[in-house]
């Protein structure tokens, strides 16, 4: 899967609208973490050293009725201009290219950069409408596409605009994700390991199916650990349970066997006798054999014995993909089974891929994340790349 970047782009001179992901978090109007503006930061200053007249678009939020004023990306134009020691441009149309897009464009010169408004304020970017595909298309001379969060949906600004834009080419942020990931999936250093967490087995379905066809060690934690500890006919108590799932889980099982595939799952549980309210709430806890939950409690997190368990796998690995916490990692009390799988990971000589979402805000949260090899950029975009479906983004992409 291996495509054009700005690297094998010549933009002196020309347009070029760059799809980043400006999904900040705000309060009160101001941006509380800057980290995904910072990380596009390379692209752009690339194809700014390049000449090019740099068009910026993202969503941000979730309007419902349109423009909404406390999703506008004017605070990011102002942090984006100190941050590149350059005045950004923002093209303030609620139509998104609208009259003050198109002057601001119009006046631009090589190295300039323009940030135009909310892309979502337009109702067809995630319906993919054509109208909107080609009003963006009219702006651009070339278009790169940086926002791996975003380049599993097929929207206006990540798909379908690449139907009237040439050539379509990777930033550096989704470069490196296809580069890391694609090896992982399809070239890893074995052996190869790969932990899948967090509360939902419908969440994983192709995920583990998918895995079981690459993998040399699958471990299993989180809430969706107890289905399948369910489908061995343990009791699990009051512990998360899918019952519709349970005969899939024994297929996995099965298919684990025959494909001589190790499946890892808890052979101990921290439990509680009611969920945490607030979700970091002092709670009393025990530890117990996974097979001997009372039916009055529930498991909320690996126990040490799964921890040793699942540190020896990743620790004996050359390459770990992650992705889903091992608890409710929220609650410092039922952390402990996230942290030392983030541990485990980080004191492993392995390639050590996070999947992101929670599993990157707890490597992050834990001070972690410097020793990791990657940190995906986008939670959902990485599980469906981990589950081998087409990405619209980086399908519409050129081919190397």
Known sequence: MAKKTVDDIQVTGKRVLVRCDFNVPMKDGKITNDKRIVAALPTI????????????????????????????????????????????????DDNVVGENAKAAVAAMKDGDVVLLQNTRFRAEETKNGEAFSK???????????????????????????????????AGYLIGKELSIMGKALENADRPFVAVLGGAKIEDKLNVINNLLE????????????????????????????????????????????????????????????????????????????????????????????TVELFGAAIKAAKTVVWNGPMGVFENPTLAKGTLGVAQAMADS?????????????????????????????????SLEYLEGKTLPGVAALNDK
């Open 45 to 92: 200053k690339k194809l700014i050293a390049d000449g090019g007249k740099v068009i910026l678009c993202s969503h941000l939020g979730k309007p419902k009725n349109g423009p909404e004023e406390k999703f506008s990306l004017a605070p990011v134009a102002v942090r984006l201009s100190e941050l590149l020691g350059q005045n950004v441009v923002f093209a303030n």
């Open 349 to 381: 000589d392995a390639v050590t891929i996070i999947g992101g979402g929670d599993s990157a805000a707890a490597v992050e949260q834990m001070g972690l994340a410097p020793k990791m090899t990657h940190i995906s950029t986008g939670g959902g975009a």
């Open 214 to 305: 690459k993998v040399d060690t699958l471990i299993i934690g989180g809430g969706m650990a107890f289905t399948f500890l369910k489908a061995k006919g343990y009791e699990i108590g009051q512990s998360l349970l899918d019952e519709s799932k349970i005969d899939y889980c024994k297929d996995m099982m099965k298919k684990a066997e025959e494909k001589g595939v190790k499946l890892l799952l808890p052979v101990d549980s921290v439990i509680v006798k009611e969920f945490p309210n607030p979700i970091d709430a002092e709670i009393e806890t025990c530890v117990v054999d996974a097979d001997k939950i009372p039916a009055d409690m529930q498991g909320c997190d690996i126990g040490p014995k």
């Open 135 to 169: 009003d963006l298309a009219t702006l651009a001379d070339a278009y790169v596409d940086d926002a791996f969060g975003s380049c599993h949906r097929a929207h206006c600004s990540t798909a379908g605009v690449t139907a009237y834009t040439s050539p379509n080419v």
